[in-house]
């Protein structure tokens, strides 16, 4: 089993839509959480980190679930700017683990 | 603001020759990691230094990569003899654990193509 999961996709959602990204995780002991966009041959960019139970950022919303080890993504209003991979990382100590990414394609 | 920066961009190699990766962290981040990233997959950890101290390696940094960041600022990845699975982007990134921070962030990569 891979430390970190994603589905990665693709989401095809329209334009205004409401998509949401789950990621799990098998180590209990991580402390921190991230999700980061990635564009087609670009670097990951920092989206959102998640310390506690959420963190909202506009039309971003991320949730932790301890309990169940997952983290959580929720785009809101999708815009076409939207279309990335996004990427979950976690942080058991030191390094980033990441997943596969999520691939989401916003169509007017 | 200055972010992190790698050079080359781009790097091509012919299967057995070495090859160094430079990585300039944000200025005042303690904490600087390399990644490898092929097509389709998330960033892999290879190794992270804090200042000048390597502190961890993964197993995927076989004998043929070393990393050094000898004053604890700029970082160099060597490749010796490399193989066509070494054909990946190399991504560096930093962190500014000084000041009790995790978010890491990332230079824009170096693409290794082993012929």
């Known amino acids: 089993r891979k430390e970190v999961e994603q589905d990665p996709g693709p989401f095809n959602v329209p334009e205004g839509a409401t998509v949401a990204f789950n990621c799990t995780y098998s180590n209990s002991a991580s402390q921190s959480f991230f999700w980061y966009r990635q564009d087609c041959r670009k670097e990951p960019k920092l989206l959102m980190s998640?310390?506690?139970s959420g963190n909202e950022d506009g039309r971003f919303t991320a949730q932790l679930n301890r309990a169940s080890q997952y983290i959580s993504l929720l785009i809101r209003d999708s815009k076409l700017s939207d279309s990335a991979t996004y990427l979950c990382a976690v942080n058991p100590g030191g390094k980033l683990i990441f997943g596969q990414g999520t691939t989401l394609q916003v169509k007017p | 603001d200055t972010g992190v920066s790698q050079d080359p961009r781009h790097k091509i190699t012919k299967r057995g020759q070495n090859v160094t990766f430079r990585c300039d962290p944000i200025s005042e981040h303690n904490r600087l990691y390399w990644y490898r990233q092929t097509l389709g997959q998330g960033p892999e950890f290879l190794t992270y230094f804090q200042n000048e101290a390597q502190l961890e390696k993964s197993r995927l940094l076989s004998d043929r990569f070393s990393a050094e960041r000898p004053k604890g600022s700029f970082s160099t990845l060597e490749i010796q003899r490399t193989e066509q699975g070494d054909s990946a982007m190399y991504l560096c990134?930093?962190?500014?654990?000084?000041?009790?921070?995790?978010?890491?962030?990332f230079g824009p990569g170096t693409r290794l193509t082993v012929t």
């Open positions: 998640v310390y506690s």
């Open positions: 990134a930093s962190s500014d654990r000084d000041r009790g921070l995790y978010e890491q962030y």
